[in-house]
């Protein structure tokens, strides 16, 4: 299995600031066939289901505000958030698709300081 | 716009089977390149890949569940189904169905349906 590793658990961030939240991997989800890193980015709001953000680590889903970026490759993966909201309140996960035994992250629980 | 729908019972009995359906609607499950999947969150905690389907009827299944779970999908009700066997309390959870953005079963799940809970209790 692709263990996937985020950190941290839980994250206070002052509106208008910047959230970081890091995801790792316990190898390589990078597909040299495609040169594409085979890692998603949700958020889930509670009571909702999860949302797709960011899809080959870097790519925004249509709707999804451009404040949200992905960035990373190989094992090192971040979700940043430019400038907190409040509705950026949630719980959000990394999943990897280089196997076809998906993984998802842990969670990291953004909260507003 | 694509939905997906969630039915199935509510509470279960330990050692009994859970039966669930996932209802696609606003367009075909036999459209490519989309293979269909089933998500697990136990209350208060992480999500869990249990397995995906394409039109085609080929699975794959999370190695940890798969002795007790089967996938199916039915294209003429445009609907795809999970089973799992031999239930105890550590399969509660809410159960999402999802479409998975790949021809291939690994991909990124696009769309979510809103997810039914259920109970495993005498």
Redesign the interface.
Known sequence: DIVMTQSPDSLAVSLGERATINCKSSQSVLYRSNNKN?L?W?QQKSG?????LI?WASTR?SGVPDRFSGSGSGTDFTLTISSLQTEDVAVY?C?Q???????????TRLEIK | QLQLQESGPGLVKPSETLSLTCTVSGGSISSSPYYWGWVRQPPGKGLEWIGSVYYSGSTYYNPSLKSRVTISVDTSKNQFSLKVTSLTAADTAMYYCARVRSSWPGGAFDIWGQGTMVTVSS
């Open positions: 085979h998603a949700y909702q289901p999860p949302k797709l899809y889903e996960y999943q698709y280089y196997s076809s035994l998906i993984t998802f992250g842990q969670g």
